[in-house]
T-cell receptor, first 112, second 114 residues
């Protein structure tokens, strides 16, 4: 499959553990954030989003937390499974510019 | 419904040549964005087309260009290829503008410049 990055931060966890992936964003005016998952050989896939008027949003096994004070975003994955192994990107959108900015990504490796 | 498709999936070119990549968005989506993905720079925005008009452009030289057709299909062209243009080129479609909501990505075209 395609390799998306050779120098990405890596998080290794055991199957069944909870995973936390962090992202620092750059623009305090950003008002919409998305987490994407990219598996080898595929394009990024939407996981969950959050708007700046919220500080937490939950999906199925995933939770996104937003701390605007320190410009920090995190993705929590509960009961991590081998199928969760992928590169995870955060994207920020600044109202009015409509150009998404992507973080460098974190490689999540789940060991059975 | 069918996802975003990109052709070709793999391409090998030599320096100085030009290349055209194609993207077919999800039916009904009017926005198509193009990204370059490399290990060193990550995912970088190239440009976005909406209803056949370029709406946004990233910080890339003029050698990178694109267009969108009336059926929302899009092409991007890179002229006078350089070694540094080797990358995975991703296309993404969305109902509205790229910055306003979820984007759906294709599998990418892997371009290698020799």
């Amino acid at each position: 499959g395609e390799s998306v990055g050779l120098h990405l931060p890596t998080l290794s966890v055991q199957e069944g553990d909870n995973s936390i992936i962090n992202c620092a964003y750059s623009n305090s005016a950003s008002d919409y954030f998305i987490w994407y998952k990219q598996e080898s050989g595929k394009g990024p896939q939407f996981i969950i989003d959050i708007r700046s008027n919220m500080d937490k949003r939950q999906g199925q096994r995933v939770t996104v937390l937003l701390n605007k004070t320190v410009k920090h975003l995190s993705l929590q994955i509960a009961a991590t499974q081998p199928g969760d192994s992928a590169v995870y990107f955060c994207a920020e959108n600044t109202g009015g510019s409509y150009i998404p900015t992507f973080g460098r990504g974190t490689s999540l490796i789940v060991h059975p | 419904k069918a996802g975003v498709t990109q052709t070709p999936r793999y391409l090998i070119k030599t320096r100085g040549q030009q290349v055209t990549l194609s993207c077919s968005p999800i039916s009904g989506h009017r926005s198509v964005s193009w990204y370059q993905q490399t290990p060193g720079q990550g995912l970088q925005f190239l440009f976005e087309y909406f209803s056949e008009t370029q709406r946004n452009k990233g910080n890339f030289p003029g050698r990178f260009s694109g267009r969108q057709f009336s059926n929302s299909r899009s092409e991007m062209n890179v002229s006078t290829l350089e070694l540094g243009d080797s990358a995975l080129y991703l296309c993404a479609s969305s109902l509205g503008l790229a910055g306003g909501g979820e984007q759906f990505f294709g599998p990418g075209t892997r371009l290698t410049v020799l």
